[in-house]
């Protein structure tokens, strides 16, 4: 079993970057899927990018492609969400989530069965 710390959260004014930091406990990080999700208040959970195990394979909401990017580092049993020239829209609490590399849909929210607790981002205008 794998277990999740979110950081880097944090107050930031529109237009600015944050980076977020995943780090995780456990067995056999190297074997899983990981993603971003996020939630805002009043609003369901959602995808927001993810990576495959090798990294060979990413993939993005439409509604951050090209201002956010998704990394791992396995040494560092370690998952990353650079996000750039963010909006108020973007405020949320940011969820880290592992799954099994054996499912499709890198975008699905009920493949992921790991989730970490989550930090806040908030956008100021």
């Known amino acids: 079993q794998v277990h999740l710390v979110e950081s880097g959260g944090g107050l930031v004014q529109a237009g600015g970057s944050l980076r977020l930091s995943c780090v995780a406990s456990?067995?056999?990080?190297?074997?899983?899927?990981m993603g971003w999700f996020r939630q805002a208040p009043g609003k369901e959970r959602e995808f927001v990018a993810a990576i495959t195990w090798g990294g060979g394979q990413t993939a993005y909401a439409d509604f951050v492609k090209g201002r956010f990017t998704i990394s791992r580092d396995n040494g560092k049993n370690s998952v990353y969400l650079g996000m750039n020239s963010l909006k108020p829209d973007d405020t949320a609490v940011y969820y880290c989530?592992?799954?099994?590399?054996?499912?499709?849909?890198?975008?699905?929210?009920?493949?992921?069965?790991?989730w970490g607790q989550g930090t806040q981002v908030t956008v100021s205008s």
């Open positions: 456990g067995r056999n990080f190297n074997d899983y899927t």
């Open positions: 989530a592992a799954r099994s590399p054996y499912y499709s849909g890198l975008n699905l929210k009920i493949n992921y069965d790991i």
